[in-house]
C-alpha cells in the first residue's frame, strides 16, 4: 500500500514541532541545519498539502494555529518511530568495522533495541553496531559462539555457559480477531487455552517457551500442536487478525492492535505470563565498552 502523498516527506513536520517548541521559523531552520527561506517553503508547502493554516506568523516570530497545533501532536509520535526505524537500520549496516555486535530475540530487536540505540549514540557517538536478530536460542548460539557481543533472549532461563541480566519486563498476551468467540467472552480458562491450537512461533523462540512455562507452572503436562508455525511477529499478528485462529504474542508487539481493536485481548484464568527479558554474555566475562553503555541504558530505560 503506497504511503498517502501528504506524508511522504516528515521534513515539513518535523519542522513545525521544531517551530512549537523554539517559536520561531529562523530558530527551527537553524536547528534543522537549513535557510529560514527553505525552512518556510517547507512549511508552506505543508500548508498546502494539509488544506489548513498551521502556524501564525508574526514579527516577533510564529505559533501554532489549533490545527497546526493537532496536526503536530498526530505527527510526534510518527517522527520518533521514524527515528527507531533510522536506529535499527542503521544496527544493520555490517559494511564498516564493527564496535558492538548484538543479538537480539525478535521481540526485543523490533519493540525495544530501537530507543535504546538512540540513547547509546547520544553517550557513544562513534560506536557502529550490527544487529543480529532471531529467535532466543539462536541468540545465546550467537553469544556463545561469540559472533555477539551481548544478547538480548526471552527464554525463561539463562542457557549453560552465559550469564544474565534482567532488563526488561514484558506480559505475553492470548489475542483474537474481533470476530472470533473468544472476543466476546473476554476469558478462557488455562486448560481451554493449553487444549485449543495457536498460531505459534517456531520452536526455539522465547515467546513460545514461555507459553510452555507457564502452562506447566500451572500443571497442565500437555498442550495441543499448533495450528500454525509462523518465525514472524509480524506473520503471526496477520494470521491472528484474518481470523485463523488465537495467538500469544508479547504485550510490547499487540498494543497498538488492542487499542485500534483489530485484535481483542482474551485473559487466561489461573495463568501467570508475565516474563522477564534479559540481556546474556559470555559466562567469566563482563560487558565492557559499548556492551556495558548499552546493557546500562537497557536496564534503565524499561
Do not use: C
Not at 146 to 163: N, Q
Not at 193 to 219: F, N
Amino acid at each position: 500500500m503506497p504511503l498517502p502523498s501528504r506524508v511522504t516527506d516528515l521534513t515539513g513536520f518535523d519542522l513545525l514541532l521544531s517551530v512549537a517548541e523554539l517559536g520561531s521559523i529562523g530558530r527551527a531552520a537553524a536547528a534543522h541545519g537549513m535557510s529560514q527561506p527553505s525552512a518556510s517553503e517547507r512549511l508552506r508547502t505543508l500548508e498546502a498539502r494539509a488544506g489548513v493554516t498551521l502556524l501564525e506568523r508574526t514579527s516577533r516570530g510564529a505559533r501554532l494555529t489549533t490545527a497546526g497545533q493537532l496536526v503536530a501532536g498526530w505527527a510526534a509520535p510518527v517522527l520518533a518511530r521514524a527515528a527507531d526505524l533510522d536506529a535499527g537500520m542503521t544496527s544493520l549496516r555490517a559494511d564498516r568495522q564493527s564496535q558492538l555486535r548484538i543479538a537480539a530475540s525478535l521481540t526485543v530487536a523490533e519493540y525495544l533495541l530501537p530507543t535504546w540505540l538512540i540513547a547509546l549514540r547520544t553517550v557513544s557517538p562513534d560506536t557502529a553496531t550490527v544487529l543480529t536478530a532471531g529467535n532466543s536460542v539462536h541468540v545465546a548460539e550467537q553469544v556463545l559462539a561469540h559472533k555477539a557481543d551481548l544478547g538480548f533472549i526471552e527464554s525463561t532461563d539463562v542457557p549453560a555457559g552465559l550469564t544474565g541480566r534482567v532488563v526488561a519486563t514484558d506480559e505475553l498476551v492470548l489475542v483474537v480477531a474481533p470476530g472470533h468467540p473468544w472476543a466476546k467472552r473476554r476469558r478462557v480458562t488455562a486448560v481451554r487455552a493449553a487444549a485449543t491450537p495457536l498460531v505459534s512461533r517456531e520452536p526455539g523462540s522465547g515467546t513460545r517457551q514461555a507459553w510452555e512455562h507457564a502452562l506447566t507452572s500451572a500443571g497442565i503436562s500437555s498442550s495441543a500442536e499448533p495450528l500454525l508455525e509462523m518465525s514472524s511477529t509480524t506473520a503471526i499478528k496477520a494470521a491472528a487478525t484474518g481470523g485463523i485462529g488465537p495467538a500469544v504474542l508479547s504485550m510490547h508487539a499487540v498494543e497498538a492492535d488492542l487499542a485500534t481493536r483489530t485484535l481483542v485481548r482474551v485473559e487466561v484464568s489461573d495463568l501467570d505470563l508475565h516474563r522477564a527479558l534479559r540481556a546474556v554474555w559470555p559466562a567469566g566475562r563482563t560487558p565492557r565498552g559499548p556492551a556495558s553503555d548499552l546493557l546500562t541504558i537497557a536496564t534503565r530505560r524499561s
